[in-house]
């Protein structure tokens, strides 16, 4: 009795560590993570959008001290698009957002930036607009694609010469979010 007991156990966790492992398997198949790339595509269905980033480096302010907006406005462009591939039009957001993995690898959690320091030109189809990042919560672009359209984007980033010494030390690590709502569907988004 108590050997068929142990036989019925045995093939319980035999069952039980098939299960997991498939689980385990149809995660890893359906989830879906990209990292350093100078493309990522975001697909559902018939709605495709895509990223163009001119880097993969990311978005990094450091070591950098106040300066003002002519001078910033000198600074080196991130440059990147969004484009409909699919055959659906698209409600799109672009977003710079913390990169809190660069945080992490970099090891400077503790010495994150605040956003209100952060002055920002970002170049869209319809002119330039310039603030200060806290003040639209890292939203740069809002709109419609449509089906085969490309919208093309140029940021730089700098620290607001009205800045004092407290921004001295920190780092600024961001990264394009890109947010999509097709009709009828729910929200997509990039991560990127």
């Not at 709109?143 to 700098?158: D, F, H, I, N, Q």
């Amino acid at each position: 009795m108590v050997e068929e007991n142990r036989e019925v156990v045995k093939k319980g966790l035999l069952i039980i560590c098939g299960v997991v492992f498939l689980f385990a398997i149809s995660y890893a198949i359906f989830t879906y993570t990209g990292y350093g790339k100078q493309e990522n595509k975001l697909s559902t269905g018939t709605l495709i959008l895509t990223l163009n980033e001119s880097t993969s480096e990311g978005i990094t302010l450091a070591d950098t001290v106040p300066v003002t907006d002519e001078e910033g406005l000198t600074f080196p462009a991130y440059t990147f698009s969004v484009q409909n591939t699919g055959t659906l039009k698209s409600n799109f957001q672009v977003s710079l957002v913390d990169d809190m993995e660069k945080y992490t690898d970099h090891g400077c959690l503790s010495q994150k930036m605040d956003q209100r320091y952060i002055k920002y030109s970002f170049e869209r189809s319809d002119g330039t607009i310039m603030g200060i990042l806290n003040t639209t919560n890292g939203v740069l672009d809002t709109g419609v694609l449509a089906p085969g359209e490309t919208k093309s984007y140029t940021l730089r980033l700098w620290i607001d010469s009205a800045t004092g010494n407290e921004v001295m030390g920190t780092h600024f690590h961001g990264k394009i979010q890109i947010k999509a709502i097709q009709e009828g569907h729910t929200n997509y988004d990039t991560g990127e």
